[in-house]
């Protein structure tokens, strides 16, 4: 299950390189479920839901490289974009 999220979000951020706009682009979503992206000041934070119910399973801070990270970030993993491989 671990694998699929990485995959999905590794898509997700891969489709996404140079455009500022994703967020807009997943609120439109039609099919894709299970996660939900708030965009910060310093960074965008995406939560991974349990299939069933709001239970978040994961969370991932995605920091843009050329940025410092933040003294204060809520709990999750780093991602720093973009993606490189």
Known sequence: MKKIIFI????????CHGKQEYAFVVQGQKYAQGFSIEKKDEYTLVHIHYPEGKEILQSYILIPKTQDIPSELPEGVIVRTPLER
Do not use: D, Q
Not at 8 to 15: H, K, M, P, Q, V
């Open 8 to 15: 999905f979000i590794g898509a997700l951020l891969l489709s």
